[in-house]
């Protein structure tokens, strides 16, 4: 089998690429920088820029295409000029799907695709459980883009026959994060703590909390949606929220370390926000049987672990048994 991974060297390109790999498939990766696998066949592509993806589409005619790659507020710019923000990200996680599923249809309509889409599609959340069936009302332009992304998907689903998935995403976490993220954060914090003791880290509310998970568990589920009976939206979530002062406490609690010694808070930097968005993934359970390995500690144990490993090394790894 032939897989595609659109947005390929990111930290779910990475980790669908790795499984991927490890059942003996092809894989080739189109993103902006090389796939960190040596298995991995790498496209270096800018997916934003007209007719980039189809050519590839058309080029490879895969049996599998995995959508993960992401235009956000986070990684793009601290604060950008909010019409530019929408259309970046409808430019990329709307505009350039539409354009994958199009050349899918005319080049490999046999094609499985998924589609990595976000909770924030739920709009800002009061704690209460969502699935596949709460409405849409998005607060911002990564939520916007990812509901349009979704609609272009249930269209080629419905209308025209093609067999498209969307992963309603929740918080997932591994090493493969960038340091803007709280969870790697945290996870460097405690190990700057660990070889210095008079080291603090300054983090927004630790009132804040998120549906966190792993993201290895989330990507697993992503391939069982491919090969499922039928194509649908699916929630990959926890089902339970933790404070950003949990996260802190595993994290250090796994060094040895007391967390209050070295985390300060600054609700100020927290971004406004209060997101209390909580997922149900009871359907995906159902359809699929997959179900997560990782409890919340568990994963952040694991986050710590692999973070030590991969500073140790001074630079990840080529081997993709290392990811699994």
Not at 44 to 68: C, H, N, T
């Amino acid at each position: 089998m032939r897989a595609l991974v659109i947005g390929g060297a990111g930290q779910d390109g990475v980790l669908v690429s790795a499984q991927l790999l490890s059942e003996g498939h092809e894989v080739i990766s189109a993103s902006r920088r090389r796939s960190p696998l040596s298995g991995v066949q790498s496209e270096i592509a800018d997916i934003g820029v007209e007719g980039v993806v189809s050519s590839l589409v058309e080029k490879y005619r895969p049996d599998r295409i995995y959508f993960l790659a992401a235009y956000h507020r986070s990684s793009e710019a601290k604060d950008p000029d909010p019409a530019d923000d929408l259309i970046g990200c409808l430019r990329l996680n709307a505009i350039a799907f539409a354009e994958t599923i199009g050349a899918a249809r005319k080049h490999c309509a046999h094609s499985r695709i998924v589609y990595a889409s976000s909770c924030r599609i739920f709009g800002q959340g009061d704690g209460s459980l969502l699935d596949e069936t709460a409405p849409r009302i998005p607060v911002c332009a990564y939520g916007i883009s990812k509901v349009a992304g979704m609609g272009a998907g249930e269209l080629f689903r419905q209308e025209h026959g093609l067999f498209v998935s969307s992963a309603i995403l929740f918080n997932h976490e591994s090493e493969l994060r960038t340091s803007n993220f709280v969870s790697k954060k945290l996870a460097l914090a405690a190990l700057r703590a660990k070889a210095d003791s008079s080291f603090v880290v300054t983090v927004g509310s630790l009132d804040a909390v998120a549906d966190w998970g792993s993201a290895r568990d989330y990507c697993k589920g992503m391939t069982a949606m491919l090969e499922a009976e039928r194509p649908g939206d699916f929630v990959l979530a926890s089902g339970k929220l933790r404070t950003v002062r949990d996260f802190a406490s595993e994290a250090f609690a796994c060094l040895g370390l007391d967390w209050k010694a070295h985390v300060k808070e600054d609700p100020s930097a927290s971004g406004g926000r209060g997101w209390r968005l909580l997922g149900d993934s009871s359907q995906l359970k159902r359809q699929t049987g997959w179900s997560p390995q990782y409890e919340f500690s568990d994963m952040v144990r694991d986050l710590v672990k692999r973070t030590e490993a991969e500073e140790q090394n001074g630079q990840r790894s080529a081997d993709f048994h290392s990811y699994l």
